[in-house]
């Protein structure tokens, strides 16, 4: 962005100007200051009230879902020894452990990541500000994280399924 058309800081936080360089808006956007302002109030359907809701609902059911799959895994973990000193299944308590370790702070993340999203959109929303409501750092973010953590337990997984059937 060429040094003209920094954004504006007269008056605002820290926090809003990251709002508009991550969200992309007007105190944002490049060449913004150039327009002209509305005459004509901004019209914002109801139905985009009810979008931004529905979005917040999806990542929450995500969240919860990842959430209930790792503290149900806890209650199916088999003890490492079974009654006759013999080692229980192939997944051990420590990799259950590890699945629920590192999945419930990513489905605790993405429940702030959507609470986050929603709050700032209903923002933009009731102050009818102009701006990209599209994320794409986010998502982003988040799909890498998931990624991660699914690798780091198929890894673990299957390091302990072989040393099973090796033993």
Known sequence: MPPSEQPQTNGQTAVSAIQDA???TRNYTPGARYQL???VPLRIEPKTYFANERTLLAWLSMAVTIGSVSAALVGFTASEKDVKGVRGG???QSTTNLITVSLLPVAILMIGYALTT??????????KQMGFYMDWIGPTILCCLVIAVLLLITIVAFVDVFSYHNH
């Open 22 to 24: 991550v969200y992309g």
């Open 118 to 127: 929603f709050l700032l959109r209903s923002i933009y929303l009731q102050r």
């Open 90 to 92: 192939p997944v051990t």
């Open 37 to 39: 302002p509305r005459k």
